[in-house]
């Protein structure tokens, strides 16, 4: 039963990522072309996953473990000496290169999680802004600010081509992305 659970599971996973990354216009990523693609029964995305929605963030989940561990520097920049600062900057640097780099993904589900992440969940950048700030803010404080940062890059990034267009700022250009994050970030612990 739960090897039949499993395979379903990826068998979805599968035909999302499949589909988002082949479509012009991710609202033709319907929950009803991701189960045919998957050849499972439509109530099996709302089961698993809670919604197509749910389903597409671990679809993002997955390319972002993925994307990862094959950045060989990524594990070196998180475990390295650099401030709690600067590690936070590359965290989101990485983080929003991927949602550009996977923008049909990214466009589906930046409205999900704008409104739906709880501000307790961390998605990894928690313990960067408690470490920069030590003892002179409280978690609460510091999950605020985790979650703020955090809500303004997935913003961003929805919004990119809108940036790019009025503000001139092209978002995909790496020094640009740097200097867009790097700023935010200063914005938020000072500097």
Known sequence: MKRDADKTVQALLDAAEKLMSECSDPSEVTARAITAEAGVNLAMINYFFGSREGLL??????????????????????????????????VHIRSMRLMLENYNLSKSLTKYVLMNRQIQADRGSLRFILDHFGDTKSEGECRLIAFEISSLHELAVLRYDEIRQVCGMDLTDDDTLRAFVTENVNRFLGG
């Open 57 to 90: 963030f671990e679809v993002f989940t997955r390319l972002q473990n993925e994307a990862m561990e094959r950045d060989g520097t990524f594990r070196e920049i998180i475990t390295g000496e650099l401030p709690p600062k600067e590690k936070l900057i590359e």
